[in-house]
């Protein structure tokens, strides 16, 4: 149940970034998880639209995942390469003095939030198109 804590972490980091800003919902959370940060990501979308529903806040809010590439830096050949597709080996040089650089990453890129309606401007009543 590793994914369901970390839902739980990035809906409370959510939560206190709309308060802070005053936002009653949110519309969208941008998240960034690495190739190699262990994070199933249809899992951790799972456990959000679950979790999601018991916060007010994040009832609407859509989940947009970005895989971030692993890539690892050669140390030897001064290179870097996909960590996925080589492992710890370097392609270029066959060097294994190498370490990863991007791939671990569980990182909140983006917060949309819902505009509150601007005073005096109407809500029309039947809107032409249903969103
Ligand atoms: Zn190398």
Do not use: W
């Not at 050949?77 to 060097?95: F, N, Q």
């Amino acid at each position: 149940m590793h994914e369901l804590g970390l839902v739980f972490h990035m809906i409370d980091a959510v939560e206190a970034i709309a308060k802070d800003n005053k936002a009653l919902e949110v519309a969208s959370i941008t998240m960034e998880i690495g190739e190699v940060s262990g994070v199933v990501t249809s899992y951790f979308r799972e456990c959000f639209e679950s979790a999601k529903t018991k916060v007010p806040a994040l009832k609407e809010a859509k989940l947009e995942i970005v895989v971030v590439e692993a890539v690892s830096y050669c140390q030897d050949c001064k290179k870097t390469y996909p960590t996925v597709k080589y492992g710890k080996k370097c392609p270029h040089c066959g060097s294994d003095r190498t370490y990863l650089v991007y791939g671990r990453e569980l990182t909140i890129r983006e917060i949309k939030v819902k505009d509150p309606p601007l005073e005096g401007e109407e809500t029309p009543k039947n809107p032409a198109k249903p969103s």
